[in-house]
Structure formats: C-alpha cells, structure tokens
Antibody
Framework: QVQLVQSGAEVKKPGASVKVSCKAS????????INWVRQAPGQGLEWMGW????????GYAQSFQGRVTMTRDISISTAYMVLSSLSSEDTAVYYC????????????WGPGTLVTVSS | SYELTQSPSVSVSPGQTATITCSGN??????AYWYQQKPGQAPVLVLS???ERPSGIPERFSGSSSDTTVTLTISGVQAEDEAEYYC???????????FGGGTKLTVV
C-alpha cells in the first residue's frame, strides 16, 4: 500500500533551517511528484511547492521563493524539504503528499511533521 | 493576487444536504480538488477534477462547476462528515497552486 512516512518533530531557533524528510513506499517513487503543504496552528492549508521525483524539477510558491529547497534521493525513495531563515511564523505542521506528474491531485499524504520555531 | 474564496462555516442537521462553495477567477479554466480534514489528521481527497470521486469516498459526496465557482455537495450528511473542507486549484498560469481558506462543516 502507498505510504509516505515523515521525519519526527523538530524544534528550531529563529534564523535556523529545518530539513523534513518523506520516505515513500508501495509505489514507484520516480513516477510521481511530491508536493509540500504546511498548516500553521488553527490555520488553513498552505501549498509550498512541488518536485518531480524523477527529474528533480521543482516549482515553489512565490511566498517561499529563496527560502525553500526540495530535493530527493532516488536510491532510498525519499524526498526532502529544507526551509531556511525560520521565524515563529513558520511554526506549523508540514505535510508531504503525492501527485501525478504536473497534476494537483494529492491523493496520498504523509502524517505531517510538526516544526516549532522558538527562541 | 489570486485567491480561492470559501465561506467560513456551514451547519446542517444529520440527513440534510450540505453545500460548500469555492470561488476564484481561474476556476473557469482550471480543475478544482476538494479535501476533508478532521482535527489532528492529514487531509483526505474527497473529489478530484471538480467532480470525480476517488475510490473509497461515499457516493453522498458530489461536485459541480459553473464558471468561476465550484461546489461540493454532501447529500444525507452524517455525523462523521463533520470536518474542515478545503478546495484547491491552480491559477490561470497553472504555475501556482492555492488552497481556499477552508469551510468548517458542523453537523448539529
């Protein structure tokens, strides 16, 4: 069965960077895009960007341009999202989700990773 | 900037029909997707490409599209349908993806 397993919760100080991983299983990793979506406490969903797992091509939301990097390691079917220059406003649950290439349908989601930014 | 607008809340009694709308200019030429999210859980896709129901989603969930508005309809609402519902679509350039602000469905 399709599974996306994410790394554990993180606590970071303002100005630091965080790296969240998303390990895929149950499907051919390179046949899909991995999207990242975050949700601040009590708030709605915010799309961060996508990465094609085969080519590594990426597209980032304008609000995260210059601060987010999405990569992958095909050998271990794992996608990564690095967010830098963290502030308290980046405190959120970060989700990875699978989509068909260049499509929006997020049928499978990871459980989420809580990132807390606090001094 | 591009936006998807949802009403903040909808309240219905069990067995009634709930209608949740999402408005945005790009919806006239972009598909919309709908997600259900319950507290503490990841979102679940309930409708794809305006009206396609993924396997495992009950038939009471349906969708439609008209010009710049898409609609999620839940017929015969059950208590388990109480959740936040989000629409999702790309902008006209298809380069950027947005979620609506979410609609809280309360089953009273």
């Amino acid at each position: 069965q399709v599974q996306l397993v994410q790394s554990g919760a993180e606590v970071k100080k303002p100005g630091a960077s965080v790296k969240v991983s998303c390990k895929a299983s149950g499907f051919s990793f390179t046949n899909y895009d991995i999207n990242w979506v975050r949700q601040a406490p009590g708030q709605g969903l915010e799309w961060m960007g996508w990465m094609n797992a085969k080519s590594g091509n990426t597209g980032y939301a304008q609000s995260f341009q210059g601060r987010v990097t999405m990569t992958r390691d095909i050998s271990i079917s794992t996608a990564y999202m690095v967010l830098s220059s963290l502030s308290s406003e980046d405190t959120a649950v970060y989700y990875c989700a699978r989509a068909p290439p260049l499509e929006l349908e997020l049928r499978y989601w990871g459980p989420g990773t809580l990132v807390t930014v606090s001094s | 900037s591009y936006e998807l607008t949802q009403s903040p809340s909808v309240s219905v009694s069990p067995g009634q029909t709930a209608t949740i709308t999402c408005s945005g200019n790009a919806l006239s030429n972009q598909y919309a997707y709908w997600y259900q999210q319950k507290p503490g859980q990841a979102p679940v896709l309930v409708l794809s490409k305006d009206s396609e129901r993924p396997s495992g989603i009950p038939e009471r969930f349906s969708g439609s599209s008209s010009d710049t508005t898409v609609t999620l309809t839940i017929s015969g609402v059950q208590a388990e349908d109480e959740a936040e519902y989000y629409c999702q679509a790309a902008d006209s350039s298809a380069l950027h993806v947005l979620f609506g602000g979410g609609t809280k469905l309360t089953v009273v």
